[in-house]
């Protein structure tokens, strides 16, 4: 028998992840230097002073294994969020928690459900948990939490809920995430993935990890990969019900975070300057590029993350081909069901200038 039979199925059948193209990679294909990434949601200013100087400091170890445990950034975030240490699951950035999450609650003959535009790493984790992917139709570019609540079965044991959305920047109010809450039998899991709550201002929108107490079926997932700037370092964690992040923790990779990572999250989560100043850029970036797709009468959706989504009025892959050409990386989202679409980060002001300067002119 040829070694291609011995595999499984389910994975000949998915398509890997397309992360945005990388700098290096554009430059090698077209020449240029001069290069402006906006496709990853990351954090322009990159990570700030007191994380560069923890890393400093980790680096004197780097022969040695990490804490396997995490136990310096647990107790951290245990006093940060006000939850007992054994709530928290620590993963190779918050894609980890997500899979592991899947993989304790989805088994062979049971359900994940999944918004059809949000993250791709949710129907990905129950397709190689063995589970049935059970899609809803989006509501305005948005969760339909009604219609996943329809779709809840026997079967179901997790439901994927990004919250802002990612590709589309889309959020559920706290009454809309806790009359959901409240109408989810407890045996479904009911993961709240809060990867760009630090940028959120609305003040109807909902803190996770204060719903925990109410409902011991609630995963709430965050990141240091965006507004703490270590997208490169992957980093992030879960909060959920002692029991579940026990659960988590027996499947966890040994070593899964290393010790700069680490090192690097604890000194992020103490820099409350860092975050309030990169959320006020982000602010004012997003006014930036708001205006400017507003003046190119291009309608963008509404997001409240650090990225907005915007209707190309056509085909959107040649418009993001222009951009490339001109030393500007966006992100197309065709993989989300989006192929009019493209999505376009945050940067800095000279960034979002010459975004908008490429975009009027290949448009």
Known sequence: MAPAA???ARVAGMTPYQPGKPIEELARELGITDIVKLASNENPRGPGPAVRAALERAAADLSRYPDGSGYRLKAALSERLGVPAEQITLGNGSNDVLELAARVAVSPGTEGIVDEHAFVVYPLAVVAAHGTLVTVPSS???HDLGGMRSRITDATRIVFIANPNNPTGTWVSEAEITAFLDAVPRSVWVVLDEAYCEYVSEPEYPDGIRLLARYPNLIVTR???KIHGLAGLRIGYGVSAPD???LMNRIRQPFNTSSLALAAAEAALGDREFVATSK???DAGMRELTDGLDALGI????SIGNF???DCGRE????????LRRGVIVRPVANYGMPRHLRVSVGLPEENERFLRALRDVM
Do not use: C, H
Request: aromatic residues 16%.
């Open 6 to 8: 011995n595999i499984n």
């Open 140 to 142: 305005r570019w948005g």
């Open 223 to 225: 990141t240091f990969s």
């Open 244 to 246: 579940f992040a026990d």
């Open 280 to 282: 006020a850029l982000n």
């Open 299 to 302: 309608e963008g959706i509404p």
């Open 308 to 310: 907005v989504t915007f």
């Open 316 to 323: 959107a892959m040649p418009l993001y081909e222009a951009l």
